[in-house]
């Protein structure tokens, strides 16, 4: 047999250079973030990254489905201010995540997602799961990029990262062929950048100037009022908020990712009452949400009124309605600077009649909803259930709303208690998020309690990945407002179609969601008394596990912005 070379001429060791592997390096450059978790389903593409995580001590949460992956992460990012991170296969792992990605950009969450592809030395030749995923992801992320080589693995990880936050957070992609994946190379040719190093704080108060004319405008308003949206809580702004309504004596109404800044009950806390609100107010702050559909495009806002808007980014300040102001920044660094500003200048006195007018209006409301709200009807109505979960909440439940018409009922009853504490898919209006919500919330702050109510449509999109909270010992208090329908699209089909033909695509089985929670190693029960849910939720809770109630809930129900259509106007 011939012999090499080495064997007939032994040489002197040589010190090999230390080499890493392209899934190591993701893993360092996501442990430089403050990444402690990825969520994920398992692909060939992708398996060195688990080794790295392995390795870095970052937790690998297996889902179901890659859509649950992509939520997740775009949760996480919500609970814990943190980027979030998803890997996925290459192909369908990457297309099954396309909605999860849409829904973070929409809604303006940090979050990367991470791909598989087929090595670059098959580029373009037919490779397995092989798409275009780049071109897939570009207009729905604020970076999308292929990593062309290893030794850019860990590099262009924290670029994506640095990506998203630039102005509005959003998510970012990137694919790393399977070559560049798992292909070394010698330690000092891949950088990884330093923690903590390799972005700016963009804690930015924009022009001064601004800053003061919007605090003259505040001082020497009659009837200001401020909506504050989610960028409230996404740039953790949430503190300033509340001591700028506080200090300058404004009404506040919040919605999305920002309701709970101030509780329930604070007298500058108001919530039923804000069209009114606007319609007579002189002076309206809008704070980190755009002039979308959920404003009516800003279309709605009286022409009288002095209109001031402050976002992270610069496109969305003026955005479909002119404003008399406009801020671009920190939605919590401007806010504080405002207060400063108008510090000491302030004669509270003068807003005691508005807001007495304004704690009338909202008022009248709740007793005009109250009725419903304490209905004993059966089947149930959905404002008793929203009703009793509102009753059930502490101050650290994090309330979770994935559905149609069942969660925006719940949208005017249930009252979050504290800053960040409620959470919905936002502006894409994505059935499915509840699960993989809930998966985010509670891995992330074990300590938490997570209440949810899905619609039973809702609930279907995503309900496997139930299992995934049994096996990773997740508990949560799930309710299911079952009406054996998809009633928010129902209700326009009939009313444009008639009875027959507008219960076409809408209709769901009579399914009993409590006993799939059963089936899978959770706690289940079946609600069909308005009194029974309050102890049902309870017994949810002692229980510890993962858990759907399903509620019975009237079909013939709507919700009034549903039955205005007000969505589409
Ligand atoms: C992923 C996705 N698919 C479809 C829709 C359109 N859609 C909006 S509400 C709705 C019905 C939801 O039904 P359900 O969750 O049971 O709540 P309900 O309206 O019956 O209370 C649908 C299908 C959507 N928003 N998201």
Same mark, same amino acid.
Request: net charge negative.
């Given at each position: 047999? /011939?012999? &090499? %070379?080495?064997? =007939?001429?032994? +040489? @002197?060791?040589?010190?090999?250079? #230390?080499?890493?592997?392209?899934?190591?390096?993701?893993?360092?450059?996501?442990?430089?973030?403050?990444?402690?978790?990825?969520?994920?389903?398992?692909?060939?593409?992708?398996?060195?990254?688990?080794?790295?995580?392995?390795?870095?001590?970052?937790?690998?949460?297996?889902?179901?489905?890659?859509?649950?992956?992509?939520?997740?992460?775009?949760?996480?990012?919500?609970?814990?201010?943190?980027?979030?991170?998803?890997?996925?296969?290459?192909?369908?792992?990457?297309?099954?995540?396309?909605?999860?990605?849409?829904?973070?950009?929409?809604?303006?969450?940090?979050?990367?997602?991470?791909?598989?592809?087929?090595?670059?030395?098959?580029?373009?030749?037919?490779?397995?799961?092989?798409?275009?995923?780049?071109?897939?992801?570009?207009?729905?992320?604020?970076? /999308?990029? &292929? %990593?062309?080589? =290893?030794?850019? +693995? @860990?590099?262009?990880?924290?670029? #994506?990262?640095?990506?998203?936050?630039?102005?509005?957070?959003?998510?970012?992609?990137?694919?790393?062929?399977?070559?560049?994946?798992?292909?070394?190379?010698?330690?000092?040719?891949?950088?990884?950048?330093?923690?903590?190093?390799?972005?700016?704080?963009?804690?930015?108060?924009?022009?001064?100037?601004?800053?003061?004319?919007?605090?003259?405008?505040?001082?020497?308003?009659?009837?200001?009022?401020?909506?504050?949206?989610?960028?409230?809580?996404?740039?953790?702004?949430?503190?300033?908020?509340?001591?700028?309504?506080?200090?300058?004596?404004?009404?506040?109404?919040?919605?999305?990712?920002?309701?709970?800044?101030?509780?329930?009950?604070?007298?500058?806390?108001?919530?039923?009452?804000?069209?009114?609100?606007?319609?007579?107010?002189?002076?309206?702050?809008?704070?980190?949400?755009?002039?979308?559909?959920?404003?009516?495009?800003?279309?709605?806002?009286?022409?009288?009124?002095?209109?001031?808007?402050?976002?992270?980014?610069?496109?969305?300040?003026?955005?479909?309605?002119?404003?008399?102001?406009?801020?671009?920044?920190?939605?919590?660094?401007?806010?504080?600077?405002?207060?400063?500003?108008?510090?000491?200048?302030?004669?509270?006195?003068?807003?005691?009649?508005?807001?007495?007018?304004?704690?009338?209006?909202?008022?009248?409301?709740?007793?005009?909803?109250?009725?419903?709200?304490?209905?004993?009807?059966?089947?149930?109505?959905?404002?008793?259930?929203?009703?009793?979960?509102?009753?059930?909440?502490?101050?650290?439940?994090?309330?979770?709303?994935?559905?149609?018409?069942?969660?925006?009922?719940?949208?005017?009853?249930?009252?979050?208690?504290?800053?960040?504490?409620?959470?919905?898919?936002?502006?894409?209006?994505?059935?499915?998020?509840?699960?993989?919500?809930?998966?985010?919330?509670?891995?992330?702050?074990?300590?938490?309690?997570?209440?949810?109510?899905?619609?039973?449509?809702?609930?279907?999109?995503?309900?496997?990945?139930?299992?995934?909270?049994?096996?990773?010992?997740?508990?949560?208090?799930?309710?299911?407002?079952?009406?054996?329908?998809?009633?928010?699209?129902?209700?326009?089909?009939?009313?444009?179609?008639?009875?027959?033909?507008?219960?076409?695509?809408?209709?769901?089985?009579?399914?009993?969601?409590?006993?799939?929670?059963?089936?899978?190693?959770?706690?289940?029960?079946?609600?069909?008394?308005?009194?029974?849910?309050?102890?049902?939720?309870?017994?949810?809770?002692?229980?510890?596990?993962?858990?759907?109630?399903?509620?019975?809930?009237?079909?013939?129900?709507?919700?009034?912005?549903?039955?205005?259509?007000?969505?589409?106007?």
């Amino acid at each position: 047999m /011939a012999q &090499t %070379v080495s064997e =007939t001429h032994p +040489v @002197a060791e040589v010190n090999e250079p #230390a080499t890493i592997s392209g899934g190591h390096l993701v893993a360092k450059a996501l442990k430089a973030e403050g990444i402690d978790v990825i969520f994920t389903l398992c692909g060939g593409h992708i398996i060195d990254i688990y080794d790295g995580c392995v390795d870095e001590g970052i937790a690998v949460v297996d889902v179901r489905h890659e859509q649950v992956a992509a939520h997740a992460a775009d949760g996480y990012a919500r609970v814990t201010g943190k980027p979030g991170c998803a890997v996925v296969t290459a192909g369908p792992g990457t297309t099954d995540a396309v909605t999860g990605v849409a829904n973070a950009f929409r809604a303006e969450s940090p979050m990367l997602l991470i791909g598989g592809q087929g090595a670059l030395n098959q580029h373009k030749m037919g490779s397995l799961q092989d798409l275009p995923h780049v071109d897939m992801m570009t207009p729905i992320t604020k970076f /999308a990029a &292929t %990593v062309p080589h =290893t030794a850019r +693995v @860990a590099d262009m990880v924290s670029m #994506a990262f640095r990506e998203c936050f630039n102005g509005a957070p959003g998510p970012s992609f990137l694919e790393i062929p399977r070559d560049s994946l798992d292909n070394s190379v010698p330690v000092d040719q891949a950088t990884v950048p330093e923690a903590g190093r390799y972005r700016a704080s963009t804690k930015s108060i924009g022009d001064p100037a601004s800053i003061e004319a919007l605090a003259d405008l505040l001082v020497r308003a009659e009837k200001p009022v401020v909506l504050l949206g989610s960028q409230v809580w996404t740039s953790r702004g949430s503190d300033a908020a509340v001591e700028f309504a506080r200090q300058l004596d404004i009404p506040a109404y919040m919605n999305g990712a920002a309701r709970g800044t101030l509780p329930p009950g604070d007298p500058h806390h108001f919530h039923l009452s804000r069209r009114y609100a606007f319609n007579n107010a002189d002076l309206i702050l809008i704070v980190g949400t755009p002039f979308d559909f959920r404003m009516g495009y800003g279309r709605r806002l009286p022409k009288s009124a002095t209109v001031v808007q402050i976002d992270l980014d610069y496109r969305t300040v003026g955005k479909n309605r002119d404003i008399d102001l406009g801020l671009v920044g920190d939605p919590g660094a401007i806010l504080a600077a405002v207060t400063q500003a108008a510090s000491g200048r302030l004669r509270k006195a003068d807003r005691k009649a508005w807001f007495a007018e304004l704690h009338a209006e909202e008022d009248a409301s709740y007793q005009k909803r109250l009725p419903r709200q304490l209905s004993d009807a059966n089947p149930i109505h959905p404002l008793r259930l929203a009703h009793e979960i509102n009753e059930f909440l502490t101050e650290d439940s994090i309330y979770i709303g994935d559905g149609g018409d069942i969660v925006t009922f719940s949208g005017g009853v249930v009252q979050p208690k504290s800053p960040g504490h409620w959470m919905d898919p936002g502006p894409l209006g994505t059935l499915g998020v509840g699960i993989p919500f809930v998966l985010a919330a509670k891995y992330a702050q074990p300590e938490k309690e997570v209440v949810t109510l899905f619609g039973d449509g809702a609930f279907s999109l995503t309900g496997w990945d139930f299992e995934t909270l049994v096996r990773f010992n997740l508990p949560f208090v799930g309710v299911v407002g079952n009406n054996s329908s998809m009633n928010q699209i129902r209700y326009g089909q009939e009313a444009k179609y008639g009875q027959s033909r507008g219960r076409i695509g809408n209709t769901l089985g009579d399914v009993r969601y409590d006993e799939f929670a059963r089936m899978l190693g959770g706690y289940g029960e079946e609600v069909r008394d308005p009194k029974d849910i309050g102890p049902a939720l309870q017994r949810a809770r002692e229980s510890g596990l993962p858990s759907l109630i399903n509620v019975w809930v009237d079909p013939d129900a709507y919700a009034p912005g549903t039955m205005n259509q007000t969505m589409y106007k």
